[in-house]
């Protein structure tokens, strides 16, 4: 599966959009584009995901560059409990990471 | 509904001992995978099992090993424990035809 690539951390002050990016140059046309978070003990919640149209649910939006070469989560009103790590993968199935790799992801911290 | 279930949530061994971790997924989802999470490596993919028969293996040694059983509950285990094996461990669990994996809480094992 291809890479991911995803700033390291980033902050944000409360009640105020969160833009966080996720570049997959090599991503391919079948991959799937997954966004989890995982806040301190506990496992990866599963925030969003998409293939080529960007998505909305209730918790945040996926816009997905034409190319698809990368993506943005936005969270439209980031609270304390938004804050997490953040990761981006890509899968070539929908229901199954198998041979993905998390990486690091991108640790937001919400100020209050 | 409930949610993934992991049980035990914490665990110390120690090293050449043997360990057995559990999973109960969501009601319905037939497919589970299980993860390693330690901070140097990130989140790195085990194995899948789907009907009782393991369908996808990561790059683990053999020591690592796993079954389901035909409630869909399943179980892995390490054999001859290692200090590197220290980790979270993290089961999810996914309907087969759509929706995208859930998380659980994971199992803490401290091999020491």
């Known amino acids: 599966d291809a890479k991911t690539t995803q700033p390291n951390s980033m902050e944000s002050n409360e009640e105020e959009p969160v833009h966080l990016p996720c570049n997959h140059s090599t991503i391919s046309g079948t991959d799937y584009i997954h966004w989890y978070r995982q806040l301190p003990s506990q496992g990866p919640e599963y925030v969003i995901h998409g293939l080529t149209s960007n998505v909305n649910n209730r918790m945040a939006s996926l816009a997905i560059a034409e190319d698809r070469k990368s993506s943005t989560l936005i969270l439209h009103r980031a609270t304390l409990r938004d804050a997490a790590v953040y990761y981006c993968i890509l899968s070539a199935r929908e229901t199954s990471y198998d041979k993905v790799i998390f990486g690091p992801g991108t640790s937001l911290s919400v100020i209050p | 509904k409930a949610g993934v279930t992991q049980t035990p949530r914490y665990l110390i061994k120690t090293r050449g001992q043997q360990v057995t971790l559990s999973c109960s997924p969501i009601?319905?989802?037939?497919?589970v995978s299980w993860y390693q999470q330690t901070p140097g490596q990130g989140l790195q993919f085990l194995f899948e099992?789907?009907?009782?028969?393991?369908?996808n293996k990561g790059n683990f040694p053999g020591r690592f090993s796993g079954r389901q059983f035909s409630n869909s509950r399943s179980e892995m285990n390490v054999s001859t424990l290692e200090l590197g094996d220290s980790a979270l461990y993290l089961c999810?669990?996914?309907?087969?035809?759509?929706?995208?994996?859930?998380f659980g809480s994971g199992t803490q094992l401290s091999v020491l």
């Open positions: 009601s319905g989802h037939r497919s």
């Open positions: 999810a669990s996914s309907p087969e035809s759509a929706g995208t994996p859930a």
């Open positions: 099992y789907f009907s009782e028969t393991q369908r």
